[in-house]
């Protein structure tokens, strides 16, 4: 099984994590016409897949070895194979809830306040079942993290015509936020005590929970949609081959981000809080795409762009924080 043996390594494997977990969103923006509900069914598809065969490479670089992928399996605590697939059933409520967002909103509206909250939430609750990393560093950077969420919101409400649609994008990014924080205590809990998983079988049994619950979120969500006409399954099969090729993308940009941060979180001197709070440091990514790329905050006047300003340097300044915590502890 392939884990890190440096910080160096280790904290590229972090910054990885960040850039595909803030970067995969762009698959569906660059298709305007493509529902978000149907997207997310070839995100999900990759994200199994790919977990399988990280699994089967990574995780079995010596299968004779107690910790090799199909070992860890057999000697897994059921325990810990339960809340793998529950952390994928949370993850997936928040993460689908996040996409609605992202097609009301915008990317620079939904990933810093969805899964900046999320940061927020996930960095204590893991702090508190694995603790690493220097507590004033970690929490510091946290706090600054809040504050770029804020000034985030403020440069939203501030844009002319937000409207109605504005504030259930931000709703639903709030909503969002609290469940993708309280994913990943459950991965970190998978992963530590008798009998715990490996990041990647881990990642197996969480895409497990991913799929099966997406049959019931986003088949509600297709039958009753936030935005638009009621789809059905061939609505699905009827996408064109470059509609079905963006989710896959999206999917698999987000999978390589999650085996770098899964596996980063099993580093010691790393652990879970630091991991998760350096992912989730998409938030800035996913910023940068939204401001610079889509231009989601064109119209904007000095109020805006102040307030967006701040959000940057707040987002810098955590995250820096957030890095060096490890070092210091």
């Given amino acids: 099984m392939f884990v890190p043996h440096s910080y160096g390594l280790t904290l590229l494997m972090l910054i990885i994590s960040m850039v595909c977990w803030g970067s995969w969103a762009n698959m569906q923006k660059l298709d305007p016409a493509l529902r ?11 994200i199994v897949v790919l977990a399988v065969l990280a699994g089967l490479t990574l995780g079995r670089l010596r299968p004779d070895a107690p910790n090799s992928f199909f070992n860890n399996i057999c000697a897994a605590a059921p325990l810990h194979i339960a809340e793998a697939v529950a952390g994928g059933i949370v993850f997936n409520a928040g993460n689908i809830l996040l996409v609605a967002a992202i097609a009301l909103g915008g990317m620079a509206v939904a990933f810093p306040i969805g899964a900046g909250l999320g940061l927020v939430i996930g960095a204590v609750l893991n702090y508190l079942v694995t603790p690493a990393g220097n507590a004033e560093l970690l929490f510091g950077g946290v706090a600054f993290v809040c504050a770029a969420i804020v000034f985030d919101a403020i440069a939203y409400r501030s844009l002319p015509g937000s409207g109605a649609a504005g504030n259930r994008a931000i709703g639903l990014s709030i909503a969002s936020g609290v469940l993708i924080g309280l994913f990943y205590p459950l991965v970190a809990k998978s992963l530590s005590g008798v009998q715990a998983l490996t990041p990647y079988t881990t990642l197996v049994f969480f895409a497990g929970g991913v799929v099966a ?3 019931l979120f986003n ?28 989710g896959w993308i999206g999917g698999t940009l987000w999978t390589i981000g999650t085996v770098a941060n899964f596996v980063a979180s099993a580093v010691p001197m790393v652990g879970p809080a630091v991991s998760f709070s350096l992912g989730e440091g998409n938030t800035l990514i996913s910023a940068i795409w939204g401001v610079f790329v889509w231009r989601e905050f064109r119209g904007g006047g000095t109020k805006t762009k102040t307030s967006l300003a701040f959000m940057f340097i707040c987002f810098v300044v955590g995250l820096a924080a957030i890095a060096f915590a490890p070092l210091k502890g």
Avoid: C, K, Q, T
Avoid at 36 to 46: G, H, I, S, T
Avoid at 219 to 235: K, N
């Fill in 219 to 246: 088949g509600w969500l297709m039958r009753r949609p936030i935005r638009g006409p009621r789809l059905r399954v061939r609505d699905y099969v009827d996408l064109s081959g470059w509609a079905h090729l963006l």
């Fill in 213 to 215: 619950s997406n049959v």
């Fill in 36 to 46: 978000f509900e149907l997207f997310y069914w070839d995100y999900v598809w990759a």
